[in-house]
């Protein structure tokens, strides 16, 4: 089984919509957890850190479920803009973090 | 605040040529990594430094690669001899704690022919 497991998508959703992408980890001494954008041909950027609390930040809202280590980000009133790919990401032993191959977001006009 | 710097952005190679790839890391970040990033396998964790100590190279696809941290402020991953398998994206990323994520660089892209 894969550390981080993600659906690779794409995920083609009209302006405006509301999308939500999900992501498995198996190491369930993880402790922090995040999730990085990276658009076509740049490097992954931190999109927001992942709270057992959940978290908003404007139109993202992430949330963990550590009983079922599963992690969510969820995007309304998505924007042209929003269209890259979305890597989840936990920690793993030592200070690594361990990425997932990420999803394919797509909006459309 | 100028991030994490590499070099170069591109590098076009033969077949057989060392490789030289260049990171500058964030003042103050005590953790430097080096990621592999291709289609087919996504970003891959080559080796990270703590401190300028080596950590973790189980990723070193093979003795071929090799990665110093000299000092804090300079890191470089060397591929010798270089193959057409090892063309990808190079990625460094620094870091001052595993609670805060990883800025990563821009990246270099190589390609071996």
């Known amino acids: 089984r894969k550390e981080v497991e993600q659906d690779p998508g794409p995920f083609n959703v009209p302006e405006g919509a509301t999308v939500a992408f999900n992501c498995t980890y198996s190491?369930?001494?993880?402790?922090?957890f995040f999730w990085y954008r990276q658009d076509c041909r740049k490097e992954p950027k931190l999109l927001m850190s992942?709270?057992?609390s959940g978290n908003e930040d404007g139109r993202f809202t992430a949330q963990l479920n550590r009983a079922s280590q599963y992690i969510s980000l969820l995007i309304r009133d998505s924007k042209l803009s929003d269209s890259a790919t979305y890597l989840c990401?936990?920690?793993?032993?030592?200070?690594?973090?361990?990425f997932g191959t990420g999803t394919q977001l797509k909006v459309e006009l | 605040d100028a991030g994490v710097i590499q070099s170069p952005r591109h590098e076009v190679t033969e077949m057989g040529q060392e490789v030289t790839l260049r990171c500058k890391p964030i003042?103050?970040?005590?953790?430097l990594f080096w990621y592999r990033q291709t289609m087919m396998r996504g970003l891959e964790l080559l080796i990270y430094?703590?401190?300028?100590?080596?950590?973790?190279d189980s990723g070193m696809p093979e003795d071929r690669f090799s990665a110093k941290m000299p000092n804090a402020s300079f890191s470089t991953l060397k591929i010798q001899p270089s193959e057409p398998r090892d063309s990808a994206v190079y990625f460094c990323?620094?870091?001052?704690?595993?609670?805060?994520?990883?800025?990563f660089g821009s990246g270099t892209r190589l390609t071996v022919v």
């Open positions: 003042s103050g970040h005590n953790s």
């Open positions: 190491n369930s001494a993880s402790q922090s």
């Open positions: 990401v936990v920690t793993g032993g030592g200070n690594k973090l361990t």
């Open positions: 430094f703590n401190n300028n100590v080596p950590i973790d």
């Open positions: 990323a620094s870091s001052i704690g595993q609670l805060y994520g990883y800025t």
């Open positions: 992942v709270y057992s």
